[in-house]
């Protein structure tokens, strides 16, 4: 659900397989690609695809409406791009940039948390493309907030078969088991995934924790920042990681007063803005943390 540089899940060794799948993708790019420098390329190879629709002879949208379609895509304005493509014949190519629009609109509605928004935009995105479907943990983080607990147990764990070694796709289906109906604690604990290739700081010691077998002060440590007096980026998105894990497992042993005390710390205190640290942001504001 996370790495260091954009907050995508998965580990540094797999994470282009993760996100990378056949139906997915535009000539081999991903459609889940969160950070800046992917958005562009996303943006750019889009219009190299679509400007060949032309030479195709495609006439699923006149010149003018793909002109507005394009210079909306480029602009960002997601919710423009949706409604210009309403109706859009399927297998035209312009499917797949209305596909691109509402995942990306999905994910700015899960930012501002608007989550049942999010689900409804993510959920047109898989009747697109439903082969995806074990790709898009987001919807199982969205999933959590909404309290849909059971569809998130599910999501996650159609995830884990894409995506074997990541401690947080274990987590969050620990943190839906639990709420689950019927769901308790010892149950999760007794089920949580097995990962043993994850090897992002603190992810080994976040694991051993909901497991039972580690503690609070394990995560920490593993978190801890050098003593030179200097936060470097990578040290702050350390402590976002272990105080936003530390923060749901808190909510999942029902200490709720703990649980705010850490969210603060990865929401504000070591604010970061990748997906994960988002992820905190949107945690903190519908848990009523300032």
Same mark, same amino acid.
């Given at each position: 659900?996370?790495?260091?540089?954009? *907050?995508?899940?998965?580990?540094?060794?797999?994470?282009?397989?993760?996100?990378?799948?056949?139906?997915?993708?535009?000539?081999?790019?991903?459609?889940?690609?969160?950070?800046?420098?992917?958005?562009?390329?996303?943006?750019?190879?889009?219009?190299?695809?679509?400007?060949?629709?032309?030479?195709?002879?495609?006439?699923?949208?006149?010149?003018?409406?793909?002109?507005?379609?394009?210079?909306?895509?480029?602009?960002?304005?997601?919710?423009?791009?949706?409604?210009?493509?309403?109706?859009?014949?399927?297998?035209?190519?312009?499917?797949?940039?209305?596909?691109?629009?509402?995942?990306?609109?999905?994910?700015?509605?899960?930012?501002?948390?608007?989550?049942?928004?999010?689900?409804?935009?993510?959920?047109?995105?898989?009747?697109?493309?439903?082969?995806?479907?074990?790709?898009?943990?987001?919807? *199982?983080?969205?999933?959590?907030?909404?309290?849909?607990?059971?569809?998130?147990?599910?999501?996650?764990?159609?995830?884990?078969?894409?995506?074997?070694?990541?401690?947080?796709?274990?987590?969050?289906?620990?943190?839906?088991?639990?709420?689950?109906?019927?769901?308790?604690?010892?149950?999760?604990?007794?089920?949580?995934?097995?990962?043993?290739?994850?090897?992002?700081?603190?992810?080994?010691?976040?694991?051993?924790?909901?497991?039972?077998?580690?503690?609070?002060?394990?995560?920490?440590?593993?978190?801890?920042?050098?003593?030179?007096?200097?936060?470097?980026?990578?040290?702050?998105?350390?402590?976002?990681?272990?105080?936003?894990?530390?923060?749901?497992?808190?909510?999942?042993?029902?200490?709720?007063?703990?649980?705010?005390?850490?969210?603060?710390?990865?929401?504000?205190?070591?604010?970061?803005?990748?997906?994960?640290?988002?992820?905190?942001?949107?945690?903190?504001?519908?848990?009523?943390?300032?």
């Amino acid at each position: 659900m996370s790495i260091a540089t954009d *907050g995508r899940l998965g580990s540094d060794s797999n994470r282009e397989q993760i996100l990378i799948s056949e139906t997915g993708a535009l000539y081999e790019l991903p459609f889940f690609v969160l950070s800046l420098d992917m958005k562009r390329s996303l943006t750019i190879l889009l219009i190299a695809i679509l400007s060949s629709c032309s030479a195709a002879k495609d006439d699923s949208l006149k010149e003018e409406e793909a002109k507005k379609v394009m210079d909306a895509y480029q602009a960002e304005k997601f919710s423009q791009v949706i409604e210009l493509t309403k109706g859009i014949e399927k297998g035209s190519p312009w499917e797949r940039v209305r596909a691109a629009s509402l995942q990306q609109r999905g994910i700015e509605r899960f930012f501002v948390a608007d989550i049942e928004g999010s689900i409804a935009d993510f959920d047109s995105f898989l009747a697109i493309f439903p082969q995806e479907d074990p790709h898009h943990w987001q919807r *199982g983080l969205a999933y959590y907030y909404a309290e849909e607990y059971e569809k998130g147990k599910a999501q996650f764990e159609r995830h884990q078969t894409v995506n074997t070694q990541d401690v947080e796709n274990a987590v969050w289906h620990f943190l839906c088991a639990v709420r689950a109906p019927g769901g308790d604690v010892k149950a999760a604990q007794k089920n949580l995934i097995p990962i043993e290739g994850d090897s992002r700081v603190p992810m080994a010691e976040v694991h051993d924790l909901f497991a039972g077998r580690g503690t609070v002060e394990d995560v920490m440590a593993a978190a801890k920042p050098n003593n030179d007096n200097t936060l470097s980026e990578q040290e702050k998105n350390h402590l976002c990681y272990a105080h936003l894990y530390l923060a749901l497992y808190f909510e999942a042993m029902g200490d709720d007063e703990k649980m705010k005390e850490h969210i603060r710390k990865a929401a504000v205190d070591y604010k970061m803005d990748h997906y994960m640290g988002k992820c905190a942001q949107v945690h903190a504001k519908l848990r009523g943390v300032e």
